[in-house]
Every structure is written in C-alpha cells, then in structure tokens.
C-alpha cells in the first residue's frame, strides 16, 4: 500500500525506475495528474527507485513497516 500520490502515465519515459508509478496502491490510491509539457522537460515528482529490492523497502517504509 502506498500512502503517496501515485502516477499512471503509461507515455512516461521513466515509469520503470518511478517509485510513483511502480508502488503498490492502495485501495483507496490518490494519483497526482502530469501533464505532457512536464514530461518533456523531466518531471518534478520523479521518485527514483532502482531495483525490486529498492521497491519493497519503499513500500515498507510507507506502510509504516520500518
């Protein structure tokens, strides 16, 4: 579960290693809105994250877990 604005742009050059697009959302998941221009020039609310191990912490950390 994330407790964070997640992203679902597909287009997104960067999803693959975006902490807000591969995060495990939530029931009730907010998504924050990224419009093409953003993408473009690189986007503000990219949360990097590297590998799976990297992923599972996250998740943990935000689940309250850590």
């Given at each position: 579960?994330?407790?964070?604005?997640?992203?679902?742009?597909?287009?997104?050059?960067?999803k693959?290693?975006?902490?807000?697009?591969?995060?495990?959302?939530?029931?009730?998941?907010?998504?924050?809105?990224?419009?093409?221009?953003?993408?473009?020039?690189?986007?503000?609310?990219?949360?990097?994250c590297?590998?799976?191990?990297?992923?599972?912490?996250?998740?943990?950390?935000?689940?309250?877990?850590?």
């Amino acid at each position: 579960m994330a407790d964070i604005a997640m992203c679902n742009r597909r287009d997104c050059a960067k999803k693959n290693t975006c902490y807000r697009y591969l995060a495990f959302p939530d029931e009730y998941q907010s998504y924050i809105v990224i419009d093409k221009v953003n993408l473009d020039d690189g986007c503000d609310e990219y949360w990097r994250c590297r590998d799976k191990k990297e992923l599972q912490l996250l998740n943990r950390l935000n689940e309250g877990g850590i």
